[in-house]
């Protein structure tokens, strides 16, 4: 009786060592199932719509040019964005007005004044000459303007302060009123009829 009461705890400690191997083998082969992050949605960016002015090929008047930027909500934030886009220069055939290597170091606004401080690459870089300085004035100057339109006048400064020029031709010691005069829209080119298109014309 005593050997029969062996053998069945024998053969029940076989058969829960084989089971446990067999649920262990089981688990190990099993891909591990990890609860998976939430895709994060990334919202589609608000764009709004500015309008810059550079030099026009001939570099003696400043061509609108429009651009898309990200939305801000701050104006300083606006502002900068802005003056920044000139600085990245135009993506048609029209000149940069300001060389590539300026850095804005800060925009303030005080009523229709906007005080815009440039690092002294503006100077370093520019090319100088009359018709060049009054297009980096007033490409500046007109295109703060028509995209914040209570600005009516800019002073610039170099560094922090206040020069007489950039390169010794146009007047920015005081703050420039804004002057569109300086600026045209560009000419839209009407294509020519073809000959013998004109179902009323003469053969």
Known sequence: MKGYR?????VAVIILALAALVLRNYLASSPTSMPQPAAEVEEPKVMR???LYFAAPSADYLLPET?????CQEEEACLRDTIQALID??????????PAQTVLRNIEVDGALATVDFNADLVSFHPGGSFSELMTVYGVTNTLAA?????????FLIDGQRRESIRGHVGIA??????FRFSREPAVVV?????????????
């Open 174 to 179: 005081e703050p420039v009123t804004v002057d």
């Open 89 to 98: 220069g135009p993506t048609t055939s029209s000149i940069a007005i300001l």
């Open 191 to 203: 294509p020519e009829e073809p000959l013998g298109d004109n179902p009323g014309g003469r053969n």
């Open 67 to 71: 651009r898309e930027i990200e939305n």
């Open 49 to 51: 719509e500015i309008m």
């Open 6 to 10: 062996l053998l069945l705890v024998v």
């Open 147 to 155: 995209n914040f339109p209570y600005i009516r006048q800019v002073q």
